[in-house]
């Protein structure tokens, strides 16, 4: 079986644009979760799906970033108005349901914002 | 509040040699605990858990204890290979499983 895929796995922007990134779950994983590791740093969190609405969004850092799981399954982060800082290496997850149940994580995308 | 504070590396070891990798954590109620490990060039894999006081999570020679009383869950494996060349981060899932408090990640390279 699949695991958890992501695209693209890098991304070249200029500050200032926009840009999403997507998430493909497990098949059958209800919780999604979308981290952001910086170098050199553990993974931290940034928004967590059940189903589809957004049950802790606690995480994003401003209002330049956004997510969406409309159907339940695939997810995109959208960061508007990219800042160098935005710079990151994206992870996406996914767990059966989230109750403490084990995360399986996405390759990732590699964002540069130049 | 929740978080887990991790042995700093980079940690270099020769083969054979035993491995103890630090963590400690900061949680409310009962946490489950986690080591995931990250290979070059890879996303990040679950190695073990542990989701109560006492229980030991094990995989592939590697081993860590759930301990409430010292709030720790070191990672431990006797004898390295250099396959294991990676990096380590501890991580917790609080009461609610909205989302895991990473370690910082500690560097591991084995030497021939």
């Known amino acids: 079986g699949a695991g958890v895929s992501q695209t693209p796995s890098n991304k070249v922007t200029e500050k200032g644009k926009y840009v999403e990134l997507r998430c493909d779950p497990i098949?059958?994983?209800?919780?999604l979760y979308w981290y952001r590791q910086s170098l050199g740093q553990g993974p931290e969190f940034l928004i967590y799906?059940?189903?589809?609405?957004?049950?802790?969004d606690s995480g994003l850092p401003n209002d330049r970033f956004f997510a969406v799981r409309p159907e339940g399954s695939v997810s995109t982060l959208k960061i508007q108005r990219t800042e160098r800082g935005d710079s990151a290496v994206y992870l996406c997850?996914?767990?059966?349901?989230?109750?403490?149940?084990?995360?399986?994580f996405g390759p990732g995308t590699r964002l540069l914002v130049l | 509040g929740n978080s887990v504070t991790q042995m700093e590396g980079p940690v270099t070891l020769s083969e054979e040699a035993f491995l103890t990798i630090n963590c400690t954590y900061t949680?409310?109620?009962?946490?489950?605990l986690f080591w995931y490990v990250q290979y070059p060039g890879e996303g990040l894999q679950l190695l073990l858990k542990a989701t109560k006081a006492d229980d030991k999570g094990s995989n592939k020679g590697f081993e860590a204890t759930y301990r409430k009383e010292t709030t720790s869950f070191h990672l431990e494996k006797g004898s390295v290979q250099v396959s294991d060349s990676a990096v380590y981060f501890c991580?917790?899932?609080?009461?609610?499983?909205?989302?895991?408090?990473f370690g910082t990640g500690t560097s591991l390279t084995v030497i021939p």
């Open positions: 799906f059940q189903g589809t609405g957004a049950a802790d």
């Open positions: 997850a996914s767990s059966l349901n989230p109750d403490q149940e084990t995360q399986y």
């Open positions: 949680a409310t109620g009962y946490p489950s």
């Open positions: 098949s059958g994983h209800t919780a």
């Open positions: 991580a917790l899932s609080d009461n609610t499983g909205n989302q895991f408090y």
